[in-house]
């Protein structure tokens, strides 16, 4: 069976300890390859590969370090339908989901490109008598990212073409699940010129992986995954000295208004809950409904195109592409079948079941139907906690008041949206919501690559978001020159502070 290896110094290695986990795929149930298990020794290599290629990558001109970049771009591209399919392969989801993943990382990409304006610092001429000032954004050094399953690609991309672009180097540790893509990307940075050891993949266990957050030679760590572990790695890490982007859970709300254009929102919710098969942090997966009337209506529209949902393998041969496909294993598809369970314990009123669902020609597939509770209220667990699957709750409340109350009294804030024709609410909404990436009548508010990423409350550990300006904050340091060049000697000591002007 094909195994996975690991990317250092520039090439491929499977682990000296000989231990590997399978690599399933979602839609077949069977594993298709396995992923090398690496030792606590091997990760320590991969950051000290990384800690020696530093000085030289540093050392090379931003514009220089764009143009290996812009090659990187266009082997994206080049390269699209064997990526898509490996990340179909190992995460489950849609082909043109898959797609839709690459672009936005490859967004990423094209903002990284422009790194020699986004660096260029601010210069002031004769700040004082014979004074200027100036300041330089400088690389950190060796920097770690820890990624999750849900975006095998794009998660990936929020990181290291920003690091890469700023001078520095960069050791990724991509889930077991969804290994392939990071070792392919890894190949074609190599192609486009990367130097060896500038950007290295390391699979490896959890207990090993603590070193990407604890040696002194790594100097920041972006992580995207649960909240517990955010914050753990949030604390580890800063008490070591690192920087530290930590992006945790979400449960995302969309406020809809009694004025909202209801077939366009029930569309919107449709993609927003379904999309990806609820696997993603920004997914849709409460809507809080004003008034019973609109929550009928809601409801009555839902239901049948719930029921028409597209469900089955991510790559097909002819006929129209599913619309939703598997959930990433077969323990993740079990969790989320245990919450529906709970949302019946708990009294929600399941509308449409998603339990027991059958895929013909898939038997051993980790499918899921889609889902429907109404009737669903904040004490319930269903509602507190991020279900991570193809499953949409309706809360019913009387007013707008009300309804902003519930969005910000839960205790994630990563995304959340508003559907309504009114201006005067939509305006409300966006200065008074408590999340980070708001939508005004648009269900996934995902923010392009020249902005940043992020969430408030428990979404989010650490003062920076991921990509955009905020992403070359991260990945620099801010040095700040006061230069004069006198015609003589200075012949008076001054101990008083000094002051210019």
Known sequence: MNIVGNFIGGKTSVSTSNQTLPVYNPATGKADREVTQSTGEEVLAAIETAHQAFPAWAATTPLRRARILFNFKALLEQHRDELAELIVSEHGKVYSDALGELTRGLEVVEFACGIPHLIKGEYSPDVGSGVDSFSMQQPLGVVAGITPFNFPAMVPMWMFPIALACGNTFVLKPPALVPSASVRMAELLKEAGLPDGVFNVVHCANEHAEQLYTDPRVQAVSFVGSSTVAEYIYKTASAHGKRVQAFGAAKNHAIIMPDADLDATVNALMGGAFGSAGERCMALPIAVVVGDSTADKLVEKLKPLIAQLRVGPGLQQGGEENEMGPLVSSDHQKKVLGYIDKGVEEGATLVADGRN??????????????????????????YREEIFGPVLGIVRVPDYQTA????????????????????????????????????????????????????????????????GNDGVRFYTRMKTVTARWPTGQQTVSEYSMPTLG
Do not use: C
């Not at 038997?363 to 509770?373: I, K, M, Q």
């Not at 508003?418 to 609410?425: A, E, L, M, Q, W």
């Not at 005004?440 to 991921?466: E, I, T």
């Open 357 to 382: 669902y059958k895929v013909p020609g898939a038997p051993d597939g980790y499918f899921v139907g889609g889902t429907l509770f109404d009737h669903v209220t904040p004490e319930m667990v269903i």
């Open 404 to 467: 902003i109350e519930t969005v910000n009294g839960h205790e994630y804030g990563n995304g959340s949206a508003i559907f309504t024709s009114n201006g005067r609410y939509a305006r409300e909404f966006v200065s008074s919501v408590q999340a980070g990436m708001v939508g005004v009548n648009v269900p996934v508010p995902v923010p392009m690559a020249f902005h940043s990423f992020g969430g408030w409350k428990r979404s989010v550990f650490g003062a920076l978001n991921v990509h």
